[in-house]
T-cell receptor, first 116, second 112 residues
Framework: AQKVTQAQTEISVVEKEDVTLDCVYE???????LFWYKQPPSGELVFLIR??????QNEISGRYSWNFQKSTSSFNFTITASQVVDSAVYFC?????????????FGSGTRLLVRP | KAGVTQTPRYLIKTRGQQVTLSCSPI?????VSWYQQTPGQGLQFLFE???????NKGNFPGRFSGRQFSNSRSEMNVSTLELGDSALYLC???????????FGPGTRLTVL
């Protein structure tokens, strides 16, 4: 069965620290997509990144970077030099495609608190 | 481009009532999906609509239903509300040929 596990429920860091959010997934599909979303207190899920199963290159976008490793079924997210504005709940998700429809399977989320 | 919009943002109902939530996707997007978010169950997929047809449905009772109009706007309806239906309901839209879903701000439903 498809499953996404975010074992870290809450992480608290001091501003400017680096922090890594872990994501482990399970799927039987050979073609799949992984996502990270950020949910600030306002509630809206903000799209951060999409990675397909054939592209294991790491990606960096400003202070954000993602490490995708198929061998360990992990798609971890690192924030470098964290800022207070990074405080939010972060969700990792796996896209399950079936019969031309797309369904996201979410992990339980990691609440990140960045203290000044 | 304007993002996904959802109305209303907040709603309070009592048990047994029904409710209709609305979602307008990003212009040009024809796929709309709905998700329920609760503290206990997390984010769960409700259903997806594409070109006015339901493409997929999550594991929810028949009290949860939806539809999509020709302009891609979507509504979801919950009948005979229960306390456990209190949740944040999120709508997401997706463009053709992509699987990235963009979410709206959500409708927070409270059932008393």
């Amino acid at each position: 069965a498809q499953k996404v596990t975010q074992a870290q429920t809450e992480i608290s860091v001091v501003e400017k620290e680096d922090v890594t959010l872990d994501c482990v997934y399970e799927t039987r599909d050979t073609t799949y997509y992984l996502f990270w979303y950020k949910q600030p207190p306002s509630g809206e899920l903000v799209f951060l990144i999409r990675r397909n199963s054939f592209d294991e290159q790491n990606e960096i976008s400003g202070r954000y970077s993602w490490n995708f490793q198929k061998s360990t079924s992990s798609f971890n997210f690192t924030i470098t030099a964290s800022q207070v504005v990074d405080s939010a709940v972060y969700f990792c998700a796996l896209s399950e495609k079936g019969d031309s429809s797309y369904k996201l399977i979410f992990g339980s989320g990691t609440r990140l608190l960045v203290r000044p | 481009k304007a993002g996904v919009t959802q109305t209303p943002r907040y709603l309070i109902k009592t048990r047994g009532q029904q409710v209709t939530l609305s979602c307008s996707p990003i212009s040009g997007h024809r796929s709309v999906s709905w998700y329920q978010q609760t503290p206990g169950q997390g984010l769960q997929f409700l259903f997806e609509y594409f070109s006015e047809t339901q493409r997929n449905k999550g594991n929810f009772p028949g009290r949860f239903s939806g539809r999509q109009f020709s302009n891609s706007r979507s509504e979801m309806n919950v009948s005979t509300l229960e306390l456990g239906d209190s949740a944040l309901y999120l709508c997401a839209s997706r463009g053709l040929g992509t699987d990235t879903q963009y979410f709206g701000p959500g409708t927070r439903l409270t059932v008393l």
